[in-house]
């Protein structure tokens, strides 16, 4: 069987699917269909998509031979095990590895890079895919010959939760030199509000809405949605080069003082599958070499004729490639990092379509955060460690490299109908800055979001968070000057199975129950104004919670009888959001046992739908009800663990009609039952 391994990068705020190809984005199907994944979703929760797929290209010329070889290509459907253009694969058995630099995480590792690593290794010396025996379609000279160690980055910092980064180290593992080589990456970016327009749905209709241009003083590509779900996509996706590395010296263009003699990064884009057109297609490894080695900025008509084009709607590709790097011998490895960059577009009264340098502010300076990224302790940009830049004293130029602010606290929630208590420890005020190495904690925020923001057309959690409280430390004329008094316990606060110390609460009163709240605490330190650091902030999303307050545990009935909200329940209910689809209703069972067993009759005394309830498993919410994977997180989810979500669809999937119902819950603890009735009415 081939090893085929897909994850979600999702600690920044965006959801996309890696795996272990070196490919990004999933074509819509497979793991999006099956367990959910996001081809790449930015905001995380918007439903906005900005990639059908991509991958590696690697050319390389040996004498008169040319040979590229292709991670992905513009295909209809994507990657399938042997379908020509997807030439990478792995041994059987490889894994795409899951590694943290946070060391209260399960996959904390010393040697990670950024929150979320994700390390994998591939070639492309086979022509049958391993564990296989399908053969790789479409070779026309043969593999190059070349192993690929991937490894993806991303962090959930505020300054650079909008950036996923890829780095590529390639090995010369055949026994020919490699005269001549180019390294891009592909990408088939569709950027579409999926809660607007179902993945894919009308076909080509889908696709051909994009927007593209290229910022060349960045190297970045992008995409914007020109014409497809405006006002629900106000979004950019950007393909950046970051740099190379190849026998010890740094390769960027724009490498200070003196950039590397030859050496350039090209932009290429073409419609798909377009083979006569302006922009055409590459059909064979003749034509890919072509792209990877010319750029379109270098056509004459380039202002006048390729820009304006780009920015027409259409379904264009984008590759962004570098080189040439020459001379590689067996044995020889270079290295090559990009970025992909999402973006809100800046509102400036024009239309999507219209592009403006505005509109790109916030693209671009996100570009300028994946870019600073990569520097690292290279504040000169010239490749290596200079007197004054070793800033963690290890003797080594170090790359991603970032400041980091103090560390998230451990959490607990209460959840009561109507109110929500937050408790956390003090584990932030010990937590040292990685550069200064010095403890510089300042104080914590608060951030709650208001009624009904997930019911709006586009969802965006990170957003709608609005500040309600700020305590930081007395006496140092920063911040609010206020100290810890007002949220500090008499006594810590311990929890069941929980030795952790919880010294600070914060109560949120007058919430809705059944209504989904995001929640953050923050922390952040005192800047460093020797190193021109503003104070730095934690990421909200690292500190984010979907809180539902709402009925507790209901042990033994105790409270009463279960029952249903809201009942009756008519169609399109106030806090379900845009999206038409059935899966997206629900309708919530409130004052449930800890463990219970929920039953769903006609009044003719036909099962209808049967679930079960745990309060210790938020996430099964999902699968009684979509509406909290389309409109909120299922791995984030904090729940009072008395109530539970429905769809509304019967064991069959069908819709149900509309009428009264019965439901009997059953204790599964004590074999106790209740029953109740609710009304549906369409």
């Known amino acids: 069987q ?15 699917t890696v795996n272990n190809l070196g490919q990004i984005g999933n074509s819509f199907k497979g793991s999006y269909l099956v367990q959910g994944f ?39 459907t994507g990657y399938s095990t042997g379908k020509a253009g997807f030439e990478f694969s792995a041994d059987v058995g490889a894994d795409l590895v899951e590694r943290s630099s946070l060391p209260d995480q399960p996959t904390y590792r010393p ?52 950036f996923l980064v890829y780095t590529f180290t390639l090995r010369n593992s055949s026994p020919d030199p490699w005269d001549t080589v180019y390294v891009g990456y592909w990408v088939d970016p569709v950027i579409r509000n999926t809660a607007i327009t179902p993945a894919g749905s009308g076909g080509t209709q889908f696709y051909n809405k994009g927007g593209n241009g290229y910022l060349d003083t960045l190297f970045l590509a992008y995409e914007f949605d020109a014409t497809g779900d405006v006002g629900f996509t106000d979004t950019y996706f950007g393909l950046k080069f970051l740099g190379s590395e190849y026998r010890g010296e740094f390769y960027h263009p724009g490498r200070r003082p003196t950039p ?11 419609t798909f599958r377009d083979y006569t057109g302006q922009f055409r297609s590459p059909q064979n490894d003749a034509d890919r070499w072509l792209k990877l080695s010319q750029s379109l900025t270098s056509r004459p008509d380039w202002a006048t004729l390729v820009v304006p084009a780009l920015r027409a709607p259409g379904n264009r590709s984008v590759l962004i490639s570098a080189g ?16 992909f960059v999402f973006a809100r577009k800046v509102a400036d009264g024009n239309p999507n379509s219209a592009d403006t340098p505005l509109q790109k ?34 003797g080594r130029l170090d790359r991603f490299l970032l400041p980091s602010p103090p560390p998230v606290p451990r959490m607990r929630y209460e959840i009561e109908p109507n109110r929500i208590r937050l408790y956390w420890d003090a584990s932030a005020e010990e937590g040292i800055d990685p550069i200064s190495r010095k403890k510089d904690f300042e104080g914590y925020r608060l951030y709650k979001t208001t009624l009904g923001f997930d019911v709006r057309e586009v969802v965006d959690v990170l957003a709608s968070l609005k500040l309600v409280a700020q305590f930081d430390r007395p006496g140092n004329g920063l911040g609010y000057d206020n100290g810890f008094g007002a949220i500090r316990l008499s006594q810590p606060r311990y929890f069941p199975g929980d030795p952790t110390p919880y010294v600070y609460m914060y109560e949120f009163v007058g919430v809705t129950n059944g209504w989904q709240y995001g929640i953050a605490l923050t922390t952040f330190d005192e800047g460093d104004p020797t190193r021109n650091l503003e104070p730095l902030e934690s990421s909200r999303e690292a500190g984010l919670r979907r809180v539902f307050a709402g009925a507790p545990p209901n042990r033994g009935f105790t409270y009463g009888d279960p029952y249903v909200y ?59 009800s979509r509406w909290f994977a389309t409109y909120s997180d299922p791995a984030k989810l904090t729940w009072s663990g008395g109530e539970h979500g429905w769809n509304l669809l019967s064991r069959s ?19 106790q039952t209740r029953t109740g009735k609710f009304v549906i009415i369409r």
């Open 111 to 162: 040697e990670a890079v950024s929150h979320q690593d994700l390390v994998a290794d591939f070639t492309d010396r086979y022509t049958t895919v391993p564990g296989t025996q399908i053969p790789i379609q479409g070779l026309e000279n043969g593999p190059i010959g070349v192993d690929v160690h991937f490894e993806a980055y991303n962090w959930n910092y505020s300054f650079a939760n909008f």
């Open 324 to 339: 040439p790097y020459v001379g590689v011998q067996p044995g020889d490895s270079l290295k090559v990092a990009f970025a």
């Open 260 to 270: 590397p003699v030859g050496f350039k990064v090209n932009f290429q884009s073409w």
């Open 566 to 624: 809201p009942n009756p329940y008519y169609e399109r209910a106030a806090w379900e959001g845009p999206s038409s689809a059935q899966e997206d209703k629900r309708l919530m069972f409130a004052n449930l046992p800890p463990h219970c067993e929920v039953s769903i009759y006609t009044v003719a005394g036909d099962l209808v739908y049967r679930f079960e309830h745990h309060e210790d498993q938020p996430e099964a919410q999902a699968r009684d």
């Open 38 to 76: 996001r081809s790449a979703e930015f905001p995380k929760g918007s439903s906005i998509e900005h990639v059908f797929e991509g991958g590696l290209w690697v050319g390389v010329k040996k004498g008169n031979t040319i040979i590229v070889s292709t991670g992905a290509v513009d295909d209809p």
């Open 653 to 671: 999937g069908q819709i149900i009609a509309r009428g009264l119902y019965v439901f009997a819950v059953k204790d599964l603890e004590t074999g």
């Open 361 to 394: 502010e916030e693209l671009i300076r996100n570009a300028q955060w994946a870019q600073a990224a990569y520097n690292g302790e290279d504040q000169n940009f010239n490749g290596q460690l200079d007197p004054g830049e070793d800033l963690n004293g290890n």
């Open 2 to 16: 081939a090893s085929f391994v897909e994850k979600q990068a999702a600690v920044g705020n965006f959801r996309v």
